[in-house]
């Protein structure tokens, strides 16, 4: 039985401690660093920090490929470091969810080096294995252009270990019942610590069958059900966060249709079609997204984002559409990845236009679902595309103008800061804007603070507005005998509007949540509206029936 469903109405910020902040000066983010911020981090409205791997690891794929899943990677600090953390964190009412990755681990992890010594190993069933190289190793790679194979030959084991991502990433047997058991180990150590969850790591390869004779892997979602039971016999107000990027007709097998199985999922169908809505003006195919998506559990919820960690993948689109979206926000071979996505962080995709920005983040803070911001959005911070595949959008946050950003006192970080131009940190940090009553900074504190008051987009059933103009995106949600409907412009261009009230009485005022152009009605009970170029707003209503259409005349 979950106690509390927190995670309906939450703000979730995610960052890697590698770049966020450096405590000691060696250049590389840590848990004292972090732990310096949560001030920052309240202030800003965040109610929930996710985190991503931090466990030892070898780093060659930013910490996704993990040695020790039961202990803290030494540049970061210790396990009384990361447990101080939590505790500063409970402290201000902030929880914390880490990134659970178990589809896979490093090649030199202890379990694969047992593994290779031969089939008389405790762990050599603890992987995926061959005798010959399986016909379709040449297929099925998360990394085309990067990655060439799924197979690999290991000279030592004298056989080929299957790896979906890297080849020093082999899988585990996620089948096997020793590595399940396991892996429950895992979730319960860290929920000891101080965790309320895990943002579960490519769900879908976790639970697919796997082998050399695997041709079309099935998914074992019984597995999902296991995993949930468990956290919540450990922390009843514990929940599970799936990336999983499939599609509609897949969803409530995700969320289990009695709601038993993961309890959020980040919402690939609904992100890719916005970027497309933002680079043709034309929110049509987004509202089927939308309608695609609405069917979820009661307990269950969408993770809504914009950028993340990764590339913005748009392997959902049609063709026509995906050129669209290179068109507008990545136009530069530089700027794809994996012949399928766009790897820059949202502001350069945007020519750092405020009011384009505060569009894409208003939308996103009332779509369905709980927000998830990336660290350094909400500044607008940019990227360097010198950098290799997704490192690019994954620079050290930017705190103020000194050197290296006010991230390290270290001439040699991690990661290059960002310098000079539109997005150095000279001109994009964060002690310029709280300066800045009007900055992005500011702005984001305010539509956080106005988000969380607004349970019923968390909450609430949603229903899409017809406006009669593709570019107007207007959405309805009721709650508790309260309403909220939103409102924006795709466009470049002004777009007037007429909002009208049906139901007993006198037509309600329309109350602006983020400004004082409040809107009384006119002897019809018409609401008259003109949205600026990408101009966005936030209503709050009664318990009223409301209709809007497009103006006559």
Known sequence: MIKDLWYKNAVIYNLSLATYMDSDGDGIGDFQGLQRRLDYLQGLGVTCLWLGPFQ??????????????????????????FVEFTHGCKQRGIRVIIDLVINHTSNEH????????????????????????????????????????????????????FHRFYDFQPDLNTANPEVQAELLKIMGFWIELGVSGFRMDAVPFIIATKGPDVTRPEEQFDMLRTFREFVQWRQGDAMLLAEANVLPEDDMEYFGRDGDRMHMMFNFQVNQHLFYAMAAADAGPLVKALEATKPRPASAQWGCFLRNHDELDLGRLTDAQRATVFAAFGPEPGMQL?????????????????????????????LPG????????????????SLPERNCARTPMQWSDEPQGGFTKSDTPVLPVISGGAFGYQRINAAHQRRDPSSLLNWTERIIRMRK?????????FRILDTNRPEVLAMRYDWRNNSVVVIHNLSDRPQDLSLVVHG?????????LLSEDHSDPDE???????????????????GLDYLLRRSEG
């Open 453 to 461: 008051e607004c349970p019923e987009i968390g909450w609430g059933d």
């Open 504 to 512: 007993e009485g006198k037509s309600p005022r329309l109350v602006n």
């Open 110 to 161: 202890p379990w694969f080096q047992s593994a290779r010594k031969g089939p008389d190993s405790k762990y050599r069933d603890w992987y995926v294995w061959s005798d010959r190289k399986p016909e379709n190793a040449d297929q099925g790679m998360v990394f085309p252009g990067v990655q060439k194979s799924t197979w690999t030959y290991d000279r030592q084991a004298r056989g080929w270990y």
């Open 370 to 385: 709980t927000p998830v911001i990336r660290y350094g959005d909400e500044i607008g911070m940019g990227d360097d595309l």
């Open 524 to 542: 019809d009970g018409r609401h008259d509206l003109v949205l600026e170029a990408y101009g966005y707003r936030w209503f709050r209503f009664g």
């Open 338 to 366: 994996y012949d399928r996505g766009i790897r820059r962080r949202l502001a350069p995709m945007l020519n750092g236009d405020q009011r384009r920005l505060e569009l894409a983040y208003s939308l996103m803070f009332t």
């Open 56 to 81: 030892p690891s070898p780093m060659k794929d930013d910490g996704y490929d993990i040695s020790d899943y039961y202990n803290v990677d030494p540049r970061y600090g210790t396990l009384g470091d």
